[in-house]
């Protein structure tokens, strides 16, 4: 009945199978119940209400289902809202389905289905998200409310929920389905914020139920969690999970292996911390052994073996036992060597950005040891003039006037000569074998330095030889030990006996070099005898004798001739067919490569307490900075100071001499009045000449003689200007001095001193004096009653009296005012000027203080920088000591590779 209520179809449950319409039947039904004595017209109110909704009269419907009061009110209620929604009437039809109550299972799932359609056409997606909830908790098997859940969730891009749903359904339908959807959903990349522990349930459930599925999911879980904040969660979380799965059954890993190696080489690539990776790897190294393949199984071991070097005990015996195994039976991939190689190269490219010294001699032996076409081979000998004699005969060239017995020497055939003097930080070239003999007479190389020589030679390059001289050995044991490297380094070793039989000292030594490098071919050459019988005892005499003292070698008898050359050489290239050369190289690699990671280890505290030096030393130099900037600062005060102070000098001179001569002059210009003089216009007469006289003394006197002093100051100026360039210079060789190559480089600008001249020469040249009214009527008129008491008329007629009086008052004036305005009015112009003066000599020093300011800045943020890099190392020694541990992991799994092949004692028995 509820399928009916739900799809508004009860009314059909009351028609009868007649053609009057459905309308009319019930309305005839609906007359007849109103006939009775208590009638029940619900039921029919009901179904009216339905076919009133199917014929779109919503009104009609929702009346008819307001007057249901049985058990199908609820229905009727629901239906009423259902109508209103239909008429848009949102708002009202929310509020008749929340105030629905029902026990009825799908009546509340139903109202749930409209309550989450109205709130769509709402817009309101968080209302709707809560009604997507309470469907899934009330009824998950509801028709298609899980599918709706899940539309709803992709549509919202709420994939916490989607994924959540995913999970849920899952677990609890087992259905491949959702498994399905959940591995969707990690491929799109939409699961990496989520716990890793939220999936574990998910795939214990899915190993049971499709493994080929499961391995699919948990290989897209597993990368997707790579390189993000959870991955090492994710590793704590399913390595146990997966080694605990119930193995019964046989499983075909397709996937997950290739991805655990691929995970390892992230392990130790040196991204994450060696204590955080160190923490996860025995378990994770057991997982990986247990999935590979057999034919795989290899590369886990080599890691496994690796790590115990540095665990120990935490890798449990039975993994190494099921490692050794699995190396033993299978061989070693072929690239292994090749990947020793860029190991190396990774080493070395990560030590030169640390700005670490690279150990110069270990990286030329890894240099030559790749170079498998050469064989290499140490000479020695008891004696070192018989050594230096054997290697200048066996060349056919000499080359030392003065061998350098205490160090090592490499002879290699090349196409042109190259000399390299190698020491353990710095290696140096050299083209020309004179320099190189006159460098070597000069100094005393370090003991442990080297030197190579790369140089034509037919007999070398013939037979694919490199000869290495080790020094000689006084002490045997000291040197021995001292040479080890360069021990492992060579193929064969030449020993050269030139008495006619071994003395203690060959024999001791021998013995010590058998003993400590026991796989060590070595060819004894003895001086050879005239005749091939005496030859050929000899050689058997000796043979029997180092055999008879437990030493092996091959006996040569060396002659010094093209034959003998020939057959040296061909014997070295049967040592070097008959040992295993491509098997050994790849060891000896491993060998140096360990010495020079061994020795960047060492390098760490050299580092700290070199960037402490650095930064004392730059503090130094900022704070000689700071000074010299503040001694800069008063040197240019200074010279503002005494440029100024010389300028004013000139003009208080110039100014002096002319308050004292130009009234001088003006006053002789009484002696021009006579008693002829025209008296109407003195005035006028006197002032025109006194103008005159002004005008030449400027010109003829006052303007050439500023104008020499003025040179004389620019002359003190230049000089001074030049004593501030010579300071500039030693404050610029001493800094560069303290920094190195590094050149301050304060440069001085002397333009200005032309500037000066062309500026005094132009304002003083343009000068043009105003006529200045010197002497004035009135005054003078003035002056005539003042002493006089009479009119001027009457001293008229008498000229003498007029022309001595005209005279006195000329005389008689002070002209120092007159003087003054001349001087201001002449340098005027020069006003500003004499402000620039400041001005230019701050443009002098301009370029020195911003240098040095510069310069300051610079030295302040290196202190900086190399301050934080000392805090990093301090807080965080493990940024520099843990790519060298994962170097050295890896270093150690290709050893033990490499080693797989060879006859070694397994590794289980030292546990």
């Given at each position: 009945?509820?399928d009916?209520l739900?799809?508004?179809t009860?009314?059909?449950?009351?028609?009868?199978?007649?053609?009057?319409?459905?309308i009319?039947?019930?309305?005839?039904?609906?007359?007849?119940?109103?006939?009775?004595?208590?009638?029940?017209?619900?039921?029919?109110?009901?179904?009216?209400?339905?076919?009133?909704?199917?014929?779109?009269?919503y009104?009609?419907?929702?009346?008819?289902?307001?007057?249901?009061?049985?058990?199908?009110?609820?229905?009727?209620?629901?239906?009423?809202?259902?109508?209103?929604?239909?008429?848009?009437?949102?708002?009202?039809?929310?509020?008749?389905?929340?105030?629905?109550?029902?026990?009825?299972?799908?009546?509340?799932?139903?109202?749930?289905?409209?309550?989450y359609?109205?709130?769509?056409?709402?817009?309101?997606?968080?209302e709707?998200?809560?009604?997507?909830?309470?469907?899934?908790?009330?009824?998950?098997?509801?028709?298609?409310?899980?599918?709706?859940?899940?539309n709803?969730?992709?549509?919202q891009?709420?994939?916490?929920g989607?994924?959540?749903?995913?999970?849920?359904?899952?677990t609890?339908?087992?259905?491949?389905?959702?498994?399905?959807?959940?591995?969707?959903?990690?491929?799109?990349?939409?699961?990496?914020?989520?716990?890793?522990k939220?999936?574990?349930?998910?795939?214990s459930?899915?190993?049971?139920l499709?493994?080929?599925?499961?391995?699919?999911l948990?290989?897209?879980l597993?990368?997707?969690?790579?390189?993000?904040?959870?991955?090492?969660?994710?590793?704590?979380?399913a390595?146990?999970?997966?080694?605990?799965?119930?193995?019964?059954?046989?499983?075909?890993?397709q996937?997950?292996?290739?991805?655990?190696?691929?995970?390892?080489?992230?392990?130790?690539?040196?991204?994450?911390?060696?204590?955080?990776?160190?923490?996860?790897?025995?378990?994770?190294?057991?997982?990986w052994?247990?999935?590979?393949?057999?034919?795989?199984?290899?590369?886990p071991?080599?890691?496994?073996?690796?790590?115990?070097?540095?665990?120990?005990?935490?890798?449990?015996?039975?993994e190494?036992?099921?490692?050794?195994?699995?190396?033993?039976?299978?061989?070693?991939?072929?690239d292994?060597?090749?990947?020793?190689?860029?190991?190396?190269?990774?080493?070395?490219?990560?030590a030169?950005?640390?700005?670490?010294e690279?150990?110069?001699?270990?990286?030329l032996?890894?240099?030559?040891?790749?170079?498998?076409?050469?064989?290499?081979?140490?000479?020695?000998?008891?004696?070192?003039?018989?050594?230096?004699?054997?290697i200048?005969?066996?060349?056919?060239?000499?080359?030392?006037?003065?061998?350098?017995?205490s160090?090592?020497?490499?002879?290699?055939?090349?196409?042109?000569?190259?000399?390299?003097?190698?020491?353990?930080?710095?290696?140096?070239?050299?083209?020309?074998?004179?320099?190189?003999?006159?460098?070597?007479?000069?100094?005393?190389?370090?003991e442990?330095?080297?030197?190579?020589?790369?140089?034509?030679?037919?007999?070398?390059?013939?037979?694919?030889?490199?000869?290495?001289?080790?020094?000689?050995?006084?002490?045997?044991q000291?040197?021995?030990?001292?040479?080890?490297?360069?021990?492992?380094?060579?193929?064969?070793?030449?020993?050269?006996?030139?008495?006619?039989?071994?003395?203690?000292?060959?024999?001791?030594?021998?013995?010590?070099i058998?003993?400590?490098?026991?796989?060590l071919p070595?060819?004894?050459?003895?001086?050879?005898?005239?005749?091939?019988?005496?030859?050929?005892?000899?050689?058997?005499a000796?043979?029997?004798?180092?055999?008879?003292?437990?030493?092996?070698?091959?006996v040569?008898?060396?002659?010094?001739?093209?034959?003998?050359?020939?057959?040296?050489?061909?014997?070295?290239?049967?040592?070097?067919?008959?040992?295993?050369?491509?098997?050994?190289?790849?060891?000896?690699?491993?060998?140096?490569?360990?010495?020079?990671?061994?020795?960047?280890?060492?390098?760490?505290?050299?580092?700290?307490?070199?960037?402490?030096?650095?930064?004392?030393?730059?503090?130094?130099?900022?704070?000689?900075?700071?000074?010299?900037?503040?001694?800069?600062?008063?040197?240019?005060?200074?010279?503002?100071?005494?440029?100024?102070?010389?300028?004013?000098?000139?003009?208080?001179?110039?100014?002096?001499?002319?308050?004292?001569?130009?009234?001088?002059?003006?006053?002789?210009?009484?002696?021009?009045?006579t008693?002829?003089t025209?008296?109407?216009?003195?005035?006028?007469?006197?002032?025109?000449?006194?103008?005159?006289?002004?005008?030449?003394?400027?010109?003829?006197?006052?303007?050439?003689?500023?104008?020499?002093r003025?040179?004389?100051?620019?002359?003190?100026?230049?000089?001074?200007?030049?004593?501030?360039?010579?300071?500039?210079?030693?404050?610029?060789?001493?800094?560069?001095?303290?920094?190195?190559?590094?050149?301050?480089?304060?440069?001085?600008?002397?333009?200005?001193?032309d500037?000066?001249?062309?500026?005094?020469?132009?304002?003083?040249?343009r000068?043009?004096?105003?006529?200045?009214?010197?002497?004035s009527?009135?005054?003078?008129y003035?002056?005539?009653?003042?002493?006089?008491?009479?009119?001027?008329?009457?001293?008229?007629?008498?000229?003498?009296?007029?022309?001595?009086?005209?005279?006195?008052?000329?005389?008689?004036?002070?002209?120092?005012?007159?003087?003054?305005?001349v001087?201001?009015?002449?340098?005027?112009?020069?006003?500003?000027?004499?402000?620039?003066?400041?001005?230019?000599?701050?443009?002098?020093?301009?370029?020195?203080?911003?240098?040095?300011?510069?310069?300051?800045?610079?030295?302040?943020?290196?202190?900086?920088?190399?301050?934080?890099?000392?805090?990093?190392?301090?807080?965080k020694?493990?940024?520099?000591?843990?790519?060298?541990?994962?170097?050295?992991?890896?270093?150690?799994?290709?050893?033990?590779?490499?080693?797989?092949?060879?006859?070694?004692?397994?590794?289980?028995?030292?546990?």
């Amino acid at each position: 009945m509820e399928d009916s209520l739900i799809g508004k179809t009860f009314y059909q449950t009351m028609l009868q199978p007649e053609n009057t319409h459905p309308i009319k039947q019930l309305g005839e039904l609906f007359l007849a119940e109103q006939m009775k004595e208590i009638p029940d017209a619900s039921y029919i109110r009901y179904a009216q209400g339905e076919l009133y909704y199917h014929h779109h009269d919503y009104e009609a419907a929702i009346y008819k289902w307001e007057n249901v009061h049985n058990e199908l009110e609820p229905w009727a209620k629901k239906n009423m809202a259902d109508a209103y929604t239909k008429m848009e009437l949102l708002s009202t039809a929310e509020e008749i389905y929340k105030s629905i109550v029902t026990d009825s299972p799908k009546l509340k799932m139903e109202i749930l289905l409209c309550l989450y359609s109205l709130y769509l056409q709402q817009e309101n997606f968080s209302e709707a998200e809560q009604i997507v909830k309470e469907m899934v908790e009330e009824n998950p098997d509801y028709s298609n409310v899980t599918d709706l859940a899940r539309n709803h969730y992709e549509q919202q891009n709420n994939w916490f929920g989607a994924i959540n749903l995913a999970i849920q359904e899952g677990t609890r339908t087992e259905s491949i389905q959702w498994f399905e959807v959940l591995d969707e959903y990690v491929q799109k990349g939409h699961t990496v914020d989520f716990d890793p522990k939220t999936f574990i349930p998910s795939l214990s459930i899915l190993y049971k139920l499709n493994f080929s599925l499961f391995e699919q999911l948990l290989s897209h879980l597993w990368k997707s969690y790579e390189r993000t904040p959870h991955f090492f969660q994710w590793l704590k979380e399913a390595i146990p999970f997966i080694l605990n799965l119930d193995r019964k059954e046989k499983r075909n890993w397709q996937r997950l292996p290739s991805i655990l190696q691929e995970t390892y080489e992230q392990l130790i690539s040196g991204m994450y911390f060696y204590s955080t990776v160190s923490e996860i790897v025995p378990d994770f190294l057991r997982l990986w052994i247990t999935l590979a393949s057999e034919k795989e199984a290899v590369l886990p071991s080599a890691a496994i073996f690796a790590w115990y070097e540095k665990l120990g005990e935490q890798i449990p015996k039975k993994e190494l036992e099921k490692a050794e195994k699995n190396m033993f039976d299978t061989p070693p991939n072929k690239d292994v060597f090749e990947n020793v190689v860029n190991l190396t190269e990774e080493v070395e490219a990560w030590a030169e950005k640390n700005k670490l010294e690279i150990h110069q001699m270990y990286t030329l032996c890894l240099k030559e040891i790749v170079d498998l076409d050469q064989h290499f081979v140490g000479i020695m000998s008891a004696y070192d003039s018989d050594q230096t004699l054997f290697i200048h005969s066996i060349l056919n060239e000499y080359m030392f006037y003065e061998p350098p017995t205490s160090i090592t020497t490499i002879f290699r055939p090349e196409a042109s000569l190259t000399i390299e003097e190698i020491t353990e930080n710095e290696t140096r070239k050299m083209t020309d074998f004179e320099q190189f003999q006159i460098s070597l007479s000069k100094k005393r190389l370090p003991e442990n330095s080297m030197i190579r020589l790369s140089f034509p030679n037919k007999w070398l390059k013939e037979n694919r030889l490199t000869l290495i001289d080790l020094p000689g050995f006084t002490d045997k044991q000291l040197t021995l030990e001292k040479m080890s490297d360069f021990i492992k380094a060579i193929d064969s070793l030449m020993y050269y006996c030139d008495n006619d039989g071994l003395d203690e000292k060959d024999l001791s030594l021998l013995k010590d070099i058998q003993r400590t490098y026991p796989n060590l071919p070595i060819l004894y050459v003895i001086k050879g005898q005239n005749g091939k019988k005496g030859r050929e005892d000899s050689s058997i005499a000796v043979k029997k004798y180092l055999a008879d003292n437990g030493i092996q070698a091959t006996v040569f008898p060396f002659t010094e001739s093209g034959k003998g050359r020939r057959d040296l050489g061909k014997t070295l290239n049967r040592l070097m067919e008959e040992q295993k050369v491509k098997t050994d190289r790849p060891l000896k690699y491993v060998y140096f490569s360990k010495k020079l990671m061994d020795h960047l280890f060492t390098q760490r505290e050299k580092m700290e307490n070199e960037l402490l030096d650095e930064v004392h030393q730059k503090e130094d130099l900022a704070s000689r900075l700071t000074g010299a900037i503040h001694q800069l600062k008063d040197l240019e005060e200074e010279t503002i100071t005494k440029i100024t102070l010389f300028y004013e000098r000139v003009k208080e001179e110039m100014e002096k001499e002319t308050v004292k001569t130009l009234p001088r002059m003006l006053k002789e210009k009484a002696n021009t009045i006579t008693n002829t003089t025209d008296f109407h216009h003195i005035v006028e007469k006197v002032n025109e000449e006194m103008n005159m006289t002004i005008h030449k003394y400027i010109t003829d006197d006052f303007r050439p003689n500023f104008l020499q002093r003025i040179q004389e100051w620019l002359v003190v100026v230049e000089e001074e200007l030049k004593n501030r360039k010579t300071f500039f210079d030693e404050m610029n060789d001493g800094f560069s001095t303290l920094v190195g190559e590094r050149n301050v480089d304060l440069p001085c600008d002397f333009h200005l001193i032309d500037d000066w001249r062309r500026d005094v020469n132009r304002l003083s040249g343009r000068f043009q004096l105003e006529k200045k009214s010197i002497l004035s009527k009135r005054n003078l008129y003035q002056m005539f009653l003042v002493h006089t008491g009479k009119m001027f008329d009457v001293l008229k007629k008498d000229k003498s009296s007029l022309t001595k009086r005209f005279q006195q008052f000329v005389k008689e004036k002070d002209y120092t005012t007159v003087a003054q305005a001349v001087i201001d009015q002449f340098f005027s112009p020069f006003t500003i000027f004499e402000a620039g003066i400041e001005q230019d000599v701050n443009a002098f020093f301009q370029p020195a203080f911003e240098r040095f300011i510069a310069f300051e800045r610079e030295v302040k943020e290196e202190i900086a920088e190399r301050r934080r890099e000392l805090e990093k190392w301090k807080e965080k020694p493990e940024f520099f000591r843990d790519p060298l541990k994962f170097f050295e992991i890896r270093r150690l799994q290709f050893e033990f590779l490499l080693k797989a092949t060879d006859t070694y004692e397994p590794i289980t028995n030292r546990v």
